[in-house]
T-cell receptor, first 116, second 113 residues
Framework: SAVISQKPSRDICQRGTSLTIQCQVD?????MFWYRQQPGQSLTLIAT?????????ESGFVIDKFPISRPNLTFSTLTVSNMSPEDSSIYLC?????????????FGPGTRLTVL | QKEVEQNSGPLSVPEGAIASLNCTYS??????FFWYRQYSGKSPELIMS????GDKEDGRFTAQLNKASQYVSLLIRDSQPSDSATYLC?????????????FGTGTKLQVIP
């Protein structure tokens, strides 16, 4: 499996501000995803980060609120814009296709975000 | 109806026993099925993948798949306290032209020493 890192690992932010989370993989991967996991709940897919094109967002998530970049096959960013306390959550990136393991997703360590 | 249903637990088993975790899913076109283990405060870790009906064994873990019944399970033999975690069932299907994994809410397993 791939080695996936996320920055920052945690942050405490004021409402109305924005935070950009970085996801770096140590090898090229076909797919990168961004998930949110709220306390005590399962994972919800925010969007699929597409290399060289706009991300594909799931129902309930919009580009203005969660802009995503994927400039190459090993890196992606998720920005949480104009934050409110309801955005407090763990944000996880995942990758698919690492090491030829098609279909299998591996997760980064996550970013714990608290919005005051 | 939830897309992926799991008993939230906690499921408590004594050390050395078999833990049985169950999952049903609603999307009939699901082709790939994954089990993730998530320790408290950590990210999910892939422990099993299964693609065909029947059983697949990997060490102490056995995944069972029955597509006709839309049912997938995970058995953990010789359960250890270190197996105490939340187990997420995750079927994958094509949706909107690409593969999408849907995660269940997870079953919390407690292995009692």
């Amino acid at each position: 499996s791939a080695v996936i890192s996320q920055k920052p690992s945690r942050d405490i932010c004021q409402r109305g501000t924005s935070l950009t989370i970085q996801c770096q993989v140590d090898s090229q991967v076909t797919m990168m995803f961004w998930y949110r996991q709220q306390p005590g709940q399962s994972l919800t897919l925010i969007a699929t980060a597409n290399q060289g094109s706009e991300a594909t967002y799931e129902s309930g998530f919009v580009i203005d609120k969660f802009p995503i970049s994927r400039p190459n096959l090993t890196f992606s960013t998720l920005t949480v814009s104009n934050m409110s306390p309801e955005d407090s959550s763990i944000y996880l990136c995942s990758v698919e296709g690492a090491g030829g393991r098609h279909n299998e997703q591996f997760f980064g360590p996550g970013t714990r975000l608290t919005v005051l | 109806q939830k897309e992926v249903e799991q008993n939230s637990g906690p499921l408590s088993v004594p050390e050395g026993a078999i833990a049985s975790l169950n999952c049903t899913y609603s999307d009939r076109v699901s082709q790939s099925f994954f089990w993730y283990r998530q320790y408290s405060g950590k990210s999910p870790e892939l422990i099993m993948s299964i693609y065909s009906n029947g059983d697949k064994e990997d060490g102490r873990f056995t995944a069972q798949l029955n597509k006709a019944s839309q049912y997938v399970s995970l058995l953990i033999r010789d359960s250890q306290p270190s197996d105490s975690a939340t187990y997420l069932c995750a079927p994958e299907a094509y949706s909107g032209g690409y593969q999408k994994v849907t995660f269940g809410t997870g079953t919390k397993l407690q292995v009692i020493p």
